[in-house]
């Protein structure tokens, strides 16, 4: 596509910068200290921006201002502009590890917590100590919405989430995990391997990020193509406190076989395979086109994979 080199000369392309931000906050004063400008600096930027694509971009409500249609649509190509004329600037910067400075926003459940993040914080504290970590809790159903909001720069999630066609989105699987039954054999007068009458017969501890809005899960499916059902007793959102509630109690949970298998050392606990098919499930790493070829973001998303590679 030939560009038209006269009419883009005419404009300002810091007013990119200032659509972005008046787009993320949608308030004048907060895009105004966003990015260190005056709010009649930004009124009058707004202004030229209404002229430059013919639209009003904000409106006034009673909640606040809303992005019109148009605005809507600018969202991601004004983000991703943004970011590929800031990647090519930084293509030309050596990204040194050593002493870099930058914090990234990691979404993962507390399961990809204990798993990845200890050996990630270590090897960031010898190689890149002036990373830092935020983590933040991960909602499925609106995982790629934080991720296109920015409130993410990573991501690590259950299963292949990305559909065919989704250019904004980027993949990488990282590790298949398969599952593992775990349990008290006292308390339960278990002994492993588990049979399929037993599995049935006792009580289940269900972990489900989303469980407010399912009780179901992998186990619950192979269960019915044999026209049998499971006894929930417990459903939670939070790994951590799955060894401490088998430990207590004559119940049994199905996980994935990598915590379980750290858990049960732990606690003393015993391990079987499941009593019915339960096909493995990818763990992918996910992010936003926009960061594809940022330097330090393709260097840490290479260490995590690297030491999930290791797992």
């Known amino acids: 596509m030939a560009i038209d080199t006269v009419n883009l000369a005419r404009i300002d392309l810091n007013l990119l910068v200032h659509l972005d931000a008046l787009l993320t906050e949608r308030s ?16 009058h930027n ?3 921006l209404r002229e430059l694509f013919d639209d009003e971009l904000l409106t006034r409500a009673a909640d606040g201002m809303r992005l019109t249609p148009r605005a809507m649509t600018l969202r991601e190509p ?14 030309e910067q050596a990204f040194d590890p050593a002493t870099a400075v930058r914090t990234f926003r990691l979404g993962l459940s507390d399961s990809m917590e204990i798993l990845i993040m200890p050996a990630l914080l270590a ?12 983590l933040y809790n991960i909602d499925g159903s609106r995982l790629l919405d934080a991720i296109d909001a920015d409130e993410l720069d990573l991501a690590v999630a259950y299963g292949p989430f990305l559909q065919q066609g989704q250019l904004h989105h980027k993949q990488r699987t990282l590790l298949t995990e398969g599952f593992l039954c775990m349990f008290d054999a006292e308390k339960t007068g278990i002994t492993p391997p588990i049979s399929l009458q037993d599995y049935v017969r006792l009580p289940h501890v269900l972990t489900s990020l989303n469980p407010g809005r399912s009780v179901r ?3 619950d499916e192979a269960l019915e193509k044999l026209g049998l059902h499971r ?4 459903t939670t959102p939070r790994f951590l406190t799955v060894p401490h509630l088998v430990a207590h109690a004559p119940v049994i949970v199905t996980m994935g076989a990598r915590l379980a298998r ?20 990818p763990v992918s790493l996910l992010w ?20 999930t590679a290791d797992m």
């Open 288 to 307: 936003h086109a926009s960061y594809d070829r940022d330097p330090a973001h393709a260097w840490l998303r290479n260490q995590v994979a690297q030491l």
């Open 262 to 281: 750290r858990f049960a050392a732990e606690f003393g606990l015993s391990l079987s395979p499941p009593p019915v098919e339960l096909n493995e499930v």
């Open 78 to 91: 004004v983000r991703t502009t943004l970011a590929q004329v800031g990647a090519l600037v930084l293509r």
């Open 46 to 48: 707004l202004a030229r």
């Open 231 to 234: 006894t929930v007793a417990l």
């Open 217 to 219: 899960g992998i186990v």
């Open 123 to 134: 090897r960031m504290r010898e190689l890149a100590p002036g990373l830092h970590f935020r």
């Open 28 to 43: 004048v004063t907060r895009a105004a200290a966003s990015v260190g400008i005056g709010q009649s600096a930004m009124s």
